[in-house]
């Protein structure tokens, strides 16, 4: 029952929760359905990291690489990541497509990131990921795609062509305010066009840890200067995540979007990632518990699941304090913080970590292969 799941409590409460994972034994298992099933999972999401660990970390996906290339021998090796990865993909698509019949389309959704080598590369994002939807073939497949200056472009171009886009690495309101009027200029262009815009769905994931992590030692730097502002530490990524979700509420509830609502369309939806907690002295729920609200989702890891799983505080939070949440940011500059200049290098930190995981996943597949063929 809901009340002893604090995950089916989350979704009475208008937020999804996704699953920040992918493996082929979760799908093979029965294990994806289980979570369907008994907490109401409503997606999945994927990054090149995740892939790493579960291709070049196992021998699960042995089996399939030696398939794929007694069919295809010239593969290479990026392609037959790909490969691999769509046929991932499709099982959990499928195991999600009664979610996102009963829901409407709104719900039951994966994602697919194109390669982060295309990060600043407007043209190939979007060449890319109009390949790999073409490729996965599920109506309830997301393509993720860097939210970079060359990323809004690409968002603009793809929601205009009818792809469902999930916009990562997201760490600046003004970032995030940017891609929003990415994602509305393509539903508008749809709409101009006379092109429906009612099955389109969006998420803009917009990341929380790093920011507290990146922040907080900033704010060790000035408690050691005899500064006190120890009361600022674990609530600084909070508090920009809820001044975002105050400008999503601004545009949601404007005319602009009014139109393209009555017109069938759905919001683009804030997405909570990075919501595992990377300082022990805090709550290991802190980024559930903190961002709870309607017309959001929030993808946790694992660890984050099951703890919330066991005891999460499924309640109405994201709204509370938001007049506290634009004084603590306004007051960054007292300090000498620089709240656009950190959030800069969290992107940039963040495409290379995709690249770095991305190239390691590369690389252990090409030895796996020759392995495999030896």
Not at 139 to 167: H, W
Not at 345 to 367: K, M, T
């Amino acid at each position: 029952m809901a009340e002893h799941n604090p995950l089916l409590r989350l979704r009475e409460l208008g937020q999804s929760v996704w699953y920040d994972y992918i493996r082929s034994d979760l799908m093979a298992s029965g294990e994806l359905d289980r979570l369907i099933r008994e907490d109401g999972l409503g997606g999945l999401t994927s990054n090149p990291a995740i892939f790493d660990k579960a291709i070049t970390g196992s021998d699960l996906y042995d089996t399939a690489i030696r398939d794929c290339l007694t069919r295809s021998p010239d593969l290479t090796t990026q392609a037959l990541f790909y490969q691999l990865a769509i046929r991932d993909l499709r099982a959990a698509a499928d195991a999600f497509a009664p979610t996102y019949h009963d829901t409407d389309g709104r719900d039951g959704f994966v994602s697919l990131e194109v390669s982060p080598e295309l990060a600043f590369d407007t043209e190939g994002t979007v060449r890319e990921a109009l390949e790999l939807a073409a490729q996965v073939d599920r109506a309830n497949l997301m393509i993720k795609v860097p939210g970079t200056l060359p990323g809004l472009a690409a968002i603009e171009q793809l929601t205009a062509a009818g792809i469902n886009v999930n916009v990562t690495l997201l760490f600046s309101v003004t970032r995030y305010q940017a891609v929003l009027e990415a994602f509305l200029k393509g539903l508008e262009t749809r709409l101009d066009r006379g092109e429906p815009v009612t099955s389109i769905a969006s998420v803009a994931s917009f990341f929380v840890s790093r920011v507290d992590t990146a922040l907080d030692a900033l704010l060790e730097e000035r408690i050691r200067e005899g500064r006190p502002v120890e009361h600022m530490q674990g609530l600084l990524a909070i508090a920009n995540a809820r001044l975002a979700y105050a400008h999503f509420q601004q545009v949601r509830d404007s005319e602009r979007w009014q139109r393209l609502a009555r017109a069938g369309a759905r919001p683009q939806r804030l997405l909570w990632a990075s919501t595992g907690t990377k300082n022990p002295a805090y709550s290991d729920v802190l980024y559930v518990d903190s961002l709870i609200g309607p017309d959001t989702v929030n993808t946790l890891p694992p660890a984050t699941y099951e703890a919330f799983r066991d005891h999460g505080n499924p309640a109405l939070t994201l709204t509370e304090g938001q007049e506290q949440a634009r004084a603590l940011i306004q007051g960054l500059p007292d300090l000498g913080i620089d709240l656009e200049s950190v959030t800069d290098r969290l992107e940039a930190e963040g495409v290379q970590a995709f690249a770095d995981a991305f190239a390691h996943l590369i690389q252990g597949l090409e030895d796996k292969r020759r392995r495999l063929a030896a």
